[in-house]
């Protein structure tokens, strides 16, 4: 397995030889060398109560990477392979992706060793609490800001936030007023649900802002698209949080989602599926359970069953991964059939299946330019709670789609200007904004 810190180390030197410029050479280099390694890495042992009365030690990591543009921001993965070297990439990534999409932040991230499906409710919550403790003197509004990752949401963060204003009040002079609370504690942490704290709009934010960059991209590529004038064909794997809204925000503008899948497989329905219809039925019964739904109706004959490898290499116009890094490598890049890779997860290609696709003519847009929705509403989360000011849905995707928008100029400016693919122009814009500041 391809180690996605090594990778995204590669994706910086390749960005790096374009910023090596003038006569500031030596000066650049060395800023540069600055971004091969975290700032902090914080790493913890905790103790959680299980169901059985016994107490199991778990692993957390929080990696602050970079803070040149601003408090460290970052999720929180729930996962059995979680390890140093992923949260490392992930966090280097949030630095890159909140300088895109020029947001005064930084890049960290967070990570817990564990399965969190095997888990109860309740040992869950202890579980985020546990981790919050390890943490909590490292973070802050100020400071670092965690949110939701994969197999972590807006129930979770609040469980952890209410941890933190436990902690916070127990050990300083801080007394919560009505005034103080939404500054000082609830910036602390985005992804919040929206009664308690969390900004409207923040939990579709990802593939919200994703369909922004999809459509903002296709507009620039526009005659360079083979299939024109039809409905163009969709795959995503990983159907969590970000594939599910991307899947339903694409089919509802018009957009025909042909497959999805989770972490056992996926289907394949060649007319389009019904993505509501498709959520339901995988709720009652997983993705594989028959769930090849058209038009409000699941049925085993609309459809057939594909394995995640399959999925991405479906006849397709657009692929979306949408699940873990490392999905499309040299091995299946040469049979990856898609006009246009929407990086939705972090880290999905590796640099060899990069350079594949780049041959065959496919355009990657990248993660760090397609994901960046859900930071982006984060940022509007955390302005919203540090002013203790609420915003309508509307005014929220207003702001992330001028936001991504002019990230998608910016980088295909960028592109032209230096010949380049999309994620390393991406790269010189964002790390040329962080060695400004340096
Ligand atoms: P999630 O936990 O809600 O969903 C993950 C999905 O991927 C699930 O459907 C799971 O079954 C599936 N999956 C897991 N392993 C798989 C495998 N090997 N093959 C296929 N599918 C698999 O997580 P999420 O929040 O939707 O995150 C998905 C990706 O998007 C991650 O890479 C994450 O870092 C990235 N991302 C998330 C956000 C966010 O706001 N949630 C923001 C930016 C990037």
Same mark, same amino acid.
């Given at each position: 397995?391809?180690?996605?810190?090594n990778n995204?180390m590669?994706q910086?030197?390749?960005?790096?030889?374009?910023?090596?410029?003038?006569?500031?050479?030596?000066?650049?280099?060395?800023?540069?060398?600055?971004?091969?390694?975290?700032?902090r890495i914080?790493?913890?042992y905790?103790?959680?109560k299980?169901?059985?009365?016994?107490?199991?030690i778990?692993e957390?990591y929080r990696?602050?990477?970079n803070?040149t543009?601003g408090?460290?921001?970052?999720?929180i993965?729930?996962?059995?392979q979680?390890?140093?070297?992923?949260?490392k990439?992930?966090?280097?990534?949030?630095?890159?992706?909140?300088a895109v @999409?020029?947001?005064?932040?930084?890049?960290?991230k967070?990570?817990?060793?564990v399965?969190p499906?095997?888990?109860s409710?309740?040992e869950?919550?202890?579980l985020?609490?546990g981790?919050?403790r390890?943490?909590?003197?490292?973070?802050?509004?100020?400071?670092? =800001?965690?949110?939701?990752?994969?197999?972590?949401n807006p129930k979770?963060?609040?469980w952890?936030?209410?941890e933190?204003?436990?902690l916070k009040?127990?050990?300083s002079?801080l007394k919560? $007023?009505?005034?103080?609370?939404?500054?000082?504690?609830?910036?602390?942490? $985005?992804g919040?649900p929206?009664?308690?704290?969390?900004?409207?709009?923040r939990?579709?934010a990802?593939?919200?802002?994703g369909?922004? =960059?999809?459509l903002?991209?296709l507009?620039?590529?526009?005659?360079k698209?083979?299939?024109?004038? %039809?409905?163009?064909?969709v795959?995503?794997?990983g159907?969590?949080?970000?594939?599910?809204?991307?899947? &339903?925000l694409l089919?509802e503008?018009g957009?025909?989602?042909?497959?999805?899948?989770?972490?056992?497989?996926g =289907?394949y329905v060649k007319?389009?599926?019904?993505?509501?219809?498709?959520?339901?039925?995988?709720?009652?019964?997983?993705?594989?359970?028959?769930?090849y739904c058209?038009?409000?109706?699941?049925?085993?004959?609309?459809?057939k069953t594909?394995t995640n490898?399959e999925?991405?290499e479906?006849?397709?116009?657009?692929?979306i991964?949408?699940?873990?890094?490392?999905?499309?490598t040299?091995?299946n890049?040469?049979r990856?059939?898609?006009?246009?890779?929407?990086?939705?997860?972090?880290?999905? $290609? $590796?640099?060899?299946?990069?350079?594949?696709?780049?041959?065959?003519?496919?355009?990657v847009?990248?993660?760090i330019?397609?994901n960046?929705?859900?930071?982006?509403v984060s940022?509007?989360?955390?302005?919203?709670?540090?002013r203790?000011?609420?915003?309508?849905?509307?005014?929220?995707?207003?702001?992330?789609?001028?936001?991504?928008?002019?990230? =998608?100029d910016?980088?295909?400016? %960028?592109?032209e200007?230096? &010949? @380049?693919?999309?994620r390393v122009?991406?790269?010189?814009v964002?790390?040329?904004r962080?060695l400004?500041?340096m």
């Amino acid at each position: 397995m391809s180690n996605p810190f090594n990778n995204a180390m590669e994706q910086l030197a390749k960005a790096a030889r374009y910023l090596e410029v003038g006569n500031e050479r030596l000066e650049v280099g060395k800023k540069i060398e600055l971004l091969k390694q975290p700032e902090r890495i914080i790493q913890v042992y905790f103790p959680v109560k299980m169901d059985n009365g016994q107490v199991k030690i778990f692993e957390g990591y929080r990696v602050q990477f970079n803070s040149t543009l601003g408090p460290y921001k970052g999720g929180i993965r729930f996962h059995p392979q979680v390890s140093m070297d992923e949260v490392k990439a992930l966090s280097f990534w949030m630095m890159v992706k909140c300088a895109v @999409v020029d947001l005064p932040l930084g890049g960290g991230k967070g990570g817990v060793v564990v399965d969190p499906k095997v888990l109860s409710e309740k040992e869950l919550e202890n579980l985020s609490r546990g981790y919050m403790r390890g943490i909590w003197r490292d973070i802050g509004p100020l400071v670092d =800001v965690p949110a939701p990752d994969v197999n972590t949401n807006p129930k979770i963060m609040a469980w952890m936030v209410d941890e933190y204003k436990k902690l916070k009040t127990q050990n300083s002079k801080l007394k919560i $007023t009505k005034k103080n609370e939404g500054p000082e504690i609830l910036a602390t942490i $985005t992804g919040k649900p929206v009664d308690k704290g969390g900004s409207q709009g923040r939990t579709e934010a990802t593939g919200m802002g994703g369909m922004y =960059v999809l459509l903002a991209t296709l507009a620039k590529l526009n005659s360079k698209l083979k299939t024109q004038n %039809s409905k163009l064909t969709v795959a995503i794997e990983g159907f969590g949080n970000v594939g599910y809204f991307i899947a &339903k925000l694409l089919s509802e503008n018009g957009f025909k989602v042909v497959a999805v899948s989770d972490s056992r497989g996926g =289907v394949y329905v060649k007319e389009g599926l019904d993505v509501e219809a498709t959520m339901e039925c995988k709720k009652k019964k997983g993705v594989l359970g028959g769930c090849y739904c058209r038009g409000g109706v699941c049925d085993l004959s609309y459809g057939k069953t594909v394995t995640n490898k399959e999925l991405l290499e479906l006849p397709v116009d657009i692929l979306i991964p949408a699940a873990l890094e490392n999905q499309i490598t040299k091995e299946n890049a040469p049979r990856i059939k898609a006009q246009v890779v929407l990086e939705m997860a972090n880290g999905p $290609t $590796t640099p060899e299946a990069d350079e594949i696709l780049h041959k065959k003519g496919i355009v990657v847009v990248p993660d760090i330019l397609a994901n960046a929705g859900g930071v982006t509403v984060s940022y509007f989360e955390w302005v919203q709670n540090r002013r203790n000011e609420r915003w309508e849905v509307g005014d929220v995707n207003k702001k992330l789609k001028q936001v991504m928008d002019k990230a =998608v100029d910016e980088v295909w400016r %960028s592109k032209e200007k230096h &010949k @380049v693919t999309l994620r390393v122009a991406a790269f010189i814009v964002a790390i040329g904004r962080v060695l400004a500041k340096m």
